[in-house]
């Protein structure tokens, strides 16, 4: 499957070959390859920091809005967090199965072929991740500076500034070591955890003392309309997005047939439980309508009930901005350089330094498109036309793992869901999908139309029996 990429010699002249599984070997036998230092609290920290982003913190009022009550928002939260363990699931036996780092984009290669995986290929790497990463960088940008601002606010290039300094401060450690970059990792996952415990310890206290008007007729059906039931799951799935971050890093983590599922499955039970019991929080405090209202609801519960220590929420915020950046970047820099290792993308992107054992360049690939987004790009609109792709690709995932159930029944399985897993969850991503066309044709159709320029550049620069001869010479010159 490997195909050599680039010979060289060092200063002491001995010959070394770097190989596309990212492995360098001189005439010591030595191997210089990405190792397996992703341990079990690794990886629960990896996708817990990934999933928990600012918007538990600042806005979670979608479901309750689209829900109609208290009592039916926290039922969507519960479903919403045991159909996000359905996919989760799913993805455990796809990567005990297929060992190969990539997540998406490896799994639609193996399902589907090369041209499918492709198109989930350039779209993540010309519009989905670049402006993924600005905006949860903005994120950070915004409250990191709260604090030194208030009560004013703060100024755009203040943000943009702030904002372009965090991910150079990302793409310096993931390129730098693999190692720190786990273990920052996991301090902000625990730093992400202290904030939402600060938030549900006083407000479980609040309960046990009899806090409980706003829980009054929580199940009120009077408000509640069917048609917003598939809005409010909607926002709840995409809470909930971050599971299957993982999965881009098979290769690296350690035992992963007992590993990662047991990994996705810790992660999943705390996040569901810490999103369930944040919003019940919330609601000793204040009102749905209150909820409903506020700007920032931590702020605002910080303020009725920890006083001057609602300063710190905004800093909390941005640590929890920080963790999504740095394990998305971490996880996705992953996937390109599988592609490279597949021949999808330059051979330079599948190189594993030989000192740092980091994929450097398949790190660095983000960063010129995402400082570019930042200072001159339309990032929100980019991702209104990009959203609906998510689920797209993820319900094809998961369709290729019933497909692979069929077409390769031998294939060893060392974790295996029952049937009925995959097929609910495959039904709610494309009833998502379904629904964003429905909502919202247009941004829907021209995110379509942007994924659909991967067909061409498929043909142009893989496809190389059909590639035009100055085209061949131009990008052998490159």
Known sequence: DYRKADTRRDSNTSSRQISQNGTLQDGDDRKVGLGKKVTLLRGISIIIGTIIGAGIFISPKGILKHSGSVGMSLIVWIACGVLSLFGALSYAELGTCIKKSGGHYTYILEAFGPQMAFVRLWADLIAIRPAALAVISLAFGQYILEPLFMPCSVPPMAVKLATAISITSVMYLNSMSVTWTARIQIFLTFSKLLAIAIIIVPGMYQLFKGETKNFENAFDLSKVQLSGMPLAFYSGMYAYAGWF????????????ERNVPLAICISMAIVTCCYVLTNVAYYTVMSAEELLAS?????TFAEKLLGNFSIAVPVFVALSCYGSMNGGTFALSRTFYVASREGHLPEVLSMIHVHKHTP????????????????????????????FLRWLFIGVVVLGLIYLRYTKPDLPRPFKVPLFIPVVFCLTCFFMVFLSLYSDPVNTGIGFAISLTGIPAYYIFIHFNHRPKWLQRGLGKL
């Open 360 to 387: 450097m360049a398949a790190v660095l690939i983000l960063y010129p498109m995402t400082m570019l987004q930042l200072f001159v790009g339309d990032i929100y609109s980019l991702l209104n036309f990009m959203s």
């Open 295 to 299: 700007e920032a609801v931590a702020v």
């Open 245 to 256: 971050y993982l999965n881009f890093v098979i290769e690296e983590v350690d035992n992963p």
